[in-house]
């Protein structure tokens, strides 16, 4: 929608936007967003008292100061892109999305055109950042104003790019609306989410809103994705896939501790690029990255740098024992994701496979018994933990992945994931491979509404120590 004339003269004169009335200042503009828990409709009164220039709301409220729009979060993304100076216009925004390899795909996109000379910021799961410069704590994609606020400060401070990961909660609810992207990458779609989109058909609906409803010059789409190939059908613009049906072609991937070699073909010519990423499913993120780069035009040579140097937090990250096994720490939370790096580890493991994970409280439970069945397929051993329990019962959470597991015998329940951790450390010989799944880079575990500080490299990192 196009913010009406007399929003746009109230902007000017505002001294700040936001949906939150507890944030609202003397001479602020407040959005009455209609939420899952609350609706800012409600706050509205508590808002002008607080001294709001205007309320943007959807509905009638007959109260003074008000201005009503047909949708106040189309509303509040393209009143956030104009109250910031259109930074996403003066920027090259890429915006990636799909269920797994969003954050390792950002991250080989940001070293690939830091190498190529660019400064770019990095807006995603782990953290934004500008360089070595933090900028927030890392949330996979903020609020509109802080979303419009960050791209603004990133080209304030001499930023050129910004790759973000684009989750399906943020199209759905509108979090980077009147945002112009440079580029676009759909990696994949798997289950997860469930508990707040209801259906693989919402979820998919929520992803495809990047590509059919968003401004963008190109876009990179997994071809050997069936939901990639369903919004190959809707891209606009210049588009390439990638994959092993994809134009930019798959032809060969080799993988083990010391890295990965890759090797693709495009338009008739062949490239072959080494990697210090580790696993079978960083083909595809790699080709991402490296189908990003090709449509902007960077040189292959800068390419084959950066992808030598790529450094992402809790993703395959892994820690070496003097008893000769090694332990890995991934992020892997989804039943494909978990697939995809057992399946690794299976193949890179001399001795046992040893899993340790749980699943998080309060979100999709159907996908529970789905991990539990990939855990089972791969592992010699499994060891179920609580993950981020939130509200929930930690048993509860556990019964649950257990459905998924038809052989008992493999599994030993640990709730209290630390002694989980350790006890799978402790049982570890040469040549076995312990994979720590679901926290990754997560410096913390919830618990009942209170963070506790935990971090599962860190527990691992101190008993290695130790013995």
Same mark, same amino acid.
């Given at each position: 929608?196009?913010?009406?004339?007399?929003?746009?003269?109230?902007?000017?004169?505002?001294?700040?936007?936001?949906?939150?009335?507890?944030?609202?200042?003397?001479?602020?503009?407040?959005?009455?967003?209609?939420?899952?828990?609350?609706?800012?409709?409600?706050?509205?009164?508590?808002?002008?008292?607080?001294?709001?220039?205007?309320?943007?709301?959807?509905?009638?409220?007959?109260?003074?100061?008000?201005?009503?729009?047909?949708?106040?979060?189309?509303?509040?993304?393209?009143?956030?892109?104009?109250?910031?100076?259109?930074?996403?216009?003066?920027?090259?925004?890429?915006?990636?999305?799909?269920?797994?390899?969003?954050?390792?795909?950002?991250?080989?996109?940001?070293?690939?055109?830091?190498?190529?000379?660019?400064?770019?910021?990095?807006?995603?799961?782990?953290?934004?950042?500008?360089?070595?410069?933090?900028?927030?704590?890392?949330?996979?994609?903020?609020?509109?104003?802080?979303?419009?606020?960050?791209?603004?400060?990133?080209?304030?401070?001499?930023?050129?790019?910004?790759?973000?990961?684009?989750?399906?909660?943020?199209?759905?609810?509108?979090?980077?609306?009147?945002?112009?992207?440079?580029?676009?990458?759909?990696?994949?779609?798997?289950?997860?989410?469930?508990?707040?989109?209801?259906?693989?058909?919402?979820?998919?609906?929520?992803?495809?809103?990047?590509?059919?409803?968003?401004?963008?010059?190109?876009?990179?789409?997994?071809?050997?994705?069936?939901?990639?190939?369903?919004?190959?059908?809707?891209?606009?613009?210049?588009?390439?896939?990638?994959?092993?049906?994809?134009?930019?072609? &798959?032809?060969? !991937?080799?993988? =083990?501790?010391?890295?990965?070699?890759? /090797?693709?073909? #495009?338009? +008739? %010519?062949?490239?072959?690029?080494?990697?210090?990423?580790?696993?079978?499913?960083?083909?595809?993120?790699?080709?991402?990255?490296?189908?990003?780069?090709?449509?902007?035009?960077?040189?292959?040579?800068?390419?084959?740098?950066?992808?030598?140097?790529?450094?992402?937090?809790?993703?395959?990250?892994?820690?070496?024992?003097?008893?000769?096994?090694?332990?890995?720490?991934?992020?892997?939370?989804?039943?494909?994701?978990?697939?995809?790096?057992?399946?690794?580890?299976?193949?890179?493991?001399?001795?046992?496979? &040893?899993?340790? !994970?749980?699943? =998080?409280?309060?979100?999709?439970?159907? /996908?529970?018994? #789905?991990? +539990? %069945?990939?855990?089972?397929?791969?592992?010699?051993?499994?060891?179920?933990?609580?993950?981020?329990?939130?509200?929930?019962?930690?048993?509860?959470?556990?019964?649950?992945?257990?459905?998924?597991?038809?052989?008992?015998?493999?599994?030993?329940?640990?709730?209290?994931?630390?002694?989980?951790?350790?006890?799978?450390?402790?049982?570890?010989?040469?040549?076995?491979?312990?994979?720590?799944?679901?926290?990754?880079?997560?410096?913390?575990?919830?618990?009942?509404?209170?963070?506790?500080?935990?971090?599962?490299?860190?527990?691992?990192?101190?008993?290695?120590?130790?013995?």
């Amino acid at each position: 929608m196009a913010v009406p004339a007399e929003l746009k003269d109230l902007l000017k004169k505002a001294k700040g936007i936001t949906s939150n009335s507890k944030e609202v200042e003397e001479g602020f503009i407040f959005f009455a967003i209609k939420g899952s828990t609350f609706d800012g409709h409600d706050f509205v009164e508590e808002a002008l008292e607080r001294g709001a220039l205007c309320a943007v709301v959807e509905r009638e409220l007959n109260l003074p100061k008000t201005l009503k729009v047909p949708s106040t979060r189309e509303a509040l993304g393209e009143s956030a892109h104009l109250f910031f100076g259109k930074p996403s216009e003066k920027l090259k925004v890429v915006g990636i999305t799909g269920t797994n390899g969003k954050t390792t795909t950002s991250y080989i996109v940001e070293t690939i055109l830091k190498t190529a000379g660019y400064k770019p910021g990095l807006l995603g799961t782990i953290q934004y950042r500008l360089g070595e410069e933090v900028l927030g704590s890392g949330r996979t994609t903020p609020d509109a104003v802080t979303w419009h606020s960050t791209l603004a400060e990133i080209l304030s401070r001499g930023g050129t790019h910004a790759v973000a990961e684009i989750s399906s909660h943020a199209l759905d609810q509108l979090r980077v609306w009147g945002t112009v992207f440079e580029g676009v990458i759909f990696t994949n779609l798997s289950q997860d989410h469930l508990d707040y989109h209801g259906d693989m058909e919402s979820y998919f609906k929520a992803k495809l809103s990047l590509f059919r409803d968003y401004k963008y010059r190109f876009a990179v789409i997994n071809a050997d994705d069936a939901y990639g190939r369903r919004i190959l059908k809707e891209a606009r613009g210049e588009v390439l896939t990638y994959g092993k049906e994809g134009e930019l072609r &798959i032809l060969n !991937f080799e993988t =083990g501790f010391e890295g990965s070699t890759i /090797k693709l073909e #495009l338009r +008739g %010519k062949t490239y072959t690029f080494k990697s210090n990423l580790i696993g079978e499913f960083q083909a595809y993120n790699l080709s991402a990255g490296i189908g990003y780069a090709f449509m902007e035009g960077i040189d292959p040579d800068a390419i084959s740098q950066a992808l030598k140097k790529v450094s992402v937090p809790g993703r395959f990250e892994v820690h070496r024992s003097d008893r000769g096994f090694i332990a890995i720490v991934d992020y892997a939370h989804t039943p494909d994701a978990i697939d995809n790096v057992l399946r690794t580890a299976r193949k890179l493991a001399k001795g046992r496979l &040893i899993t340790v !994970f749980g699943a =998080g409280g309060n979100r999709d439970r159907t /996908k529970r018994p #789905l991990m +539990g %069945k990939f855990a089972q397929k791969w592992s010699d051993i499994i060891i179920l933990t609580s993950d981020n329990p939130r509200d929930e019962d930690p048993q509860a959470i556990i019964e649950d992945i257990l459905r998924g597991i038809e052989d008992k015998n493999k599994v030993k329940v640990i709730p209290d994931r630390k002694e989980a951790i350790e006890v799978a450390l402790s049982s570890a010989g040469e040549g076995d491979i312990v994979a720590v799944l679901g926290k990754g880079h997560e410096d913390y575990q919830e618990i009942k509404g209170v963070k506790y500080p935990f971090n599962d490299a860190q527990v691992i990192e101190e008993f290695l120590q130790r013995r």
